[in-house]
């Protein structure tokens, strides 16, 4: 690790810390919404500006290629931009209006309401995307555009990479005249300092990207306040894909290039990592696997994010491999070495994995496993017994898709986002994505953590009853000043804009 | 109680019960919304049929009067007709469209989302609605909108006109063709029926409206779970009004009249019974409580719900009275007898409220503290000190509101619901209402369990990735058969209808 950065002065008093960030709520959500898209937009350009010193540093702390990195921080400032132009937009609020009714008996009330922030919003640092899902990632970029200050919990494993990210938004505070306080950045590798931030009273909702233990902690210490905050947990998936039989069949060299990339991207760091593949036994089953293999022992092996991470690997791994009825169907030729983790192909059948409970959890790294089914009702069975998954995909021709509509329609009950015919791995930042699902994915399946509804996890309604129209919030007046999509009296109304 | 209800066979085993409401799910979900608008109307319809019966049961089971249930179950009819309306239009599954961008490196795939059914809720009937906040109440007819099934826990205090209001509902399921366990009703004065329904593993969401212990006790039972599953409590809340300098000085009179009749209304027996009254000391206020005083000893005592609900109401006001610095104001001078409440009005200084936690709590029934404050600065001590509750109330002139706009800043965080100039008891179910709030008002603030928007609690978005437009669910057909309202590569569309 380098020392190039030196750290500003650092307020480890957590207390302070959630009363500024208290008092920096209370003046920033006030500020429109046309003020706050700036504000992110500073963040974007500020983080631009140290563009190569990131990456630098970044690639020295993480491991992770520069390129990769390069392609991060674009996604991670475009990001920014992206709810910039949604909150500048403003119908993110789901504003409804239900006018006064003096004709009725008894009177109805004039009552509007709309989305308005939570208050602060503690966010961890995941080490898998230093930038995208860290600092100034999804969760703080989403709980800003909200309108809730943030104070950031750094992860240890990129502690420089976040100090000069936050930096960046210091500068943008700074430029946008946004208060002080409204991002924060908390050190400490101690469970107590995360422990702490999320039972401190003034904060009001948690994000997190990481482990299973690490989510469910959180969600604990939030358990145990007098008052229970809600906290979002991407935590754990396994991403089963199912390749339908005529697919197998027709396109198993394909479909054995694509998987064992996919497998391997990134040695396997991605939440969406496809860890589990699902077939029917036979001939096809057999040459997509000895393709895929071949794929596999091909891949060159490369070091993980921190040795935290490459330890449990290794310890997973070969816990997993002395697993009873395992086989072990293709590693890297070339052996890994340090920090390098050890690409792996292994196979059970369907009752085995049916018996043996440990098979369904993630096991965080390149590791994929077969589950040979005899059927495609056993293969069901197979699907029944998952837990809950960010993703599950199916890899089916246009017959398969007739054929087994009952397998698809099982699928989309496991995952938020079901895929067909693509690798899991590639997360857009869109509107219509999905990134969570049923537990344990993420403790709250009802929303996601990436794309630009992850700004409504910060937020909850608030109902005027009887207000003066110029005491209402904008989005509520009734000249609709901000041209805002809104229910008005029960129906939809999108004004021109 | 009478015995002219022939109960149907009822299976008390719940693992029988929670399978065919799984069953039952995997079918109704499918359904179209006119399907399920359909079935919603002819559910009103049979609850029409029986007005009668079901009122005169009612009155009998619960103490409440002909005209409140007559106008009660009146709500609950067109609730349900309001939300198939809503359903039937279709927009609120907040469906999103990002088409695939082939120009972009890399490619960017066709993403679409939208809200999808849970699955089975297990809802409990509220004692104080027996008809809209318990069997075909508020949480069953949004859980039936959403596309889940629903087991009912029957509330023992009106057991017979829960099962006659299941009758009406069975016969629904007959006339409309939908799965015959679309909807079940369960029986049992135990906490362990409650808490084996919470905790079998096909339960999606839980539907609770009652007091804080109860509330508190399910989402305990729920997170004891291997996987924890929404629990949508609305349990406490006392509901502070705050009555401004100049109102309290110019209108007296009218406020006196007004809240003696909001106080007891119902006897007291409403979740947002204004249980606190904050102003500032002095002869305005003195005059006021001595008008309201004079109105609280006028009301005649009513029966309370059940014997139950009677008791605590006793109990805790026997024990708010003996707390130190407490003045009764006024009694009814009717004394009540049996089953009947002893409406209340009692006061003490901002200074012993802010010492005792025990004012904070609420007390079900015709009870409400006057909170004395020195001051302004006082009563926004006051305001801060609270818990979350489900509404706040400023009773204010133009000039209070324009004074004390830090005071009125300060009652929005405070609740899901803030009101100008009427009282708090009355609740609209319509598209902008927020029967919500912080916790401890409910478990889950970014909800709400009356008005259109209570279906979302029994939704998740799920993503469709690659998906032929033939195999999408109608919301996310390219050619949006059913014309809602989307977001369309990032901006609103909202066809002609």
Redesign the interface.
């Known amino acids: 690790m380098t020392n190039t950065i030196t750290a500003p002065e650092i307020s480890t008093d957590i207390k302070t810390v959630m009363q500024q960030s208290a008092k920096a709520f209370d003046e920033y959500k006030r500020l429109p919404g046309s003020a706050k898209a700036s504000f992110l937009e500073e963040i974007a350009a500020q983080i631009e500006l140290k563009r190569e010193q990131l990456v630098a540093i970044a690639n020295q702390e993480s491991n992770l290629p520069l390129a990769r990195l390069n392609g991060e921080l674009t996604r991670t400032t475009n990001q920014l931009k992206l709810f910039a132009?949604?909150i500048r937009e403003g119908?993110w609020v789901?504003a409804?209006?239900?006018e006064a009714d003096g004709t009725r008996t008894?009177a109805?009330?004039d009552?509007?309401?709309m989305l308005?922030a939570?208050g602060p919003v503690v966010v961890f640092g995941a080490s898998n995307f230093p930038f995208a899902f860290s600092t100034a990632g999804g969760d703080t970029a989403s709980a800003l555009a909200a309108g809730c200050s943030v104070v950031i919990k750094a992860h240890p494993a990129h502690a420089q990479t976040s100090l000069l990210v936050y930096e960046a938004i210091q500068k943008a505070i700074a430029a946008s005249g946004v208060p002080e306080h409204t991002v924060q950045h908390v050190e400490g590798k101690s469970n107590e300092t995360g422990k702490a931030l999320v039972q401190h009273p003034a904060t009001a909702g948690v994000g997190f990207t990481g482990s299973f233990a690490g989510g469910k902690a959180l969600q604990a210490y939030s358990?145990e306040r007098e008052?229970?905050?809600?906290v979002f947990a991407e935590m754990s998936s396994i991403n089963p894909v199912v390749f339908y039989p005529a697919a197998l069949q027709s396109n198993a060299a394909a479909l054995a290039q694509q998987y064992a990339g996919s497998i391997t991207l990134g040695m396997g760091q991605f939440c969406t990592n496809p860890g589990l593949l699902l077939a029917v036994k036979g001939q096809a089953l057999d040459n997509f696997l000895a393709l895929l293999s071949t794929e596999i022992k091909k891949v060159t092996p490369q070091k993980m994010l921190h040795s935290g991470i490459c330890q449990a690997y290794n310890k997973g791994l070969h816990e997993m491999l002395e697993e009873k009825g395992i086989d072990v169907l293709a590693q890297s030729e070339q052996k890994p070495e340090g920090l390098e983790a050890y690409p792996t192909l292994a196979k059970v059948s369907a009752a085995t994995f049916l018996d043996i409970p440990h098979f369904k959890e993630e096991l965080f790294g390149p590791f994929s496993l077969v589950i040979e089914c005899s059927d495609m009702d056993e293969l069901k069975q197979v699907l029944l017994s998952l837990?809950?998954q960010l993703t599950t995909t199916a890899m089916a021709t246009?017959d398969d898709?007739s054929s087994y509509a009952d397998v698809?329609e099982l699928q989309?009950t496991l995952a938020?986002?079901?895929?067909?015919?693509?690798a899991p791995t590639?997360v857009?930042v869109?509107?219509?994505?999905?990134h969570?699902g049923?537990?344990?994915a993420t403790?709250?399946?009802?929303?996601?953590s990436v794309g630009?509804?992850a700004i409504k996890r910060w937020?909850?309604?608030?109902?005027?009853?009887?207000?003066?129209d110029a005491?209402l919030p904008p989005e509520l007046q009734q000249a609709n000043p901000l041209g805002i999509?809104r229910?008005f009296n029960?129906k939809?109304?999108?004004p021109a804009k």
């Open positions: 132009e949604v119908s789901e409804a209006i239900d008894p109805r009330p009552i509007r309401k308005v939570l358990n008052k229970p905050v809600p837990h809950g246009q898709l698809l989309k938020g986002r079901i895929i067909i015919n693509a590639g857009e869109c509107a219509a994505m999905v969570g049923p537990y344990p403790t709250d399946a009802r929303f996601t630009t509804s937020a909850r309604p608030l109902c005027f009853q009887g207000f003066p005491l999509v229910i029960n939809y109304v999108a």
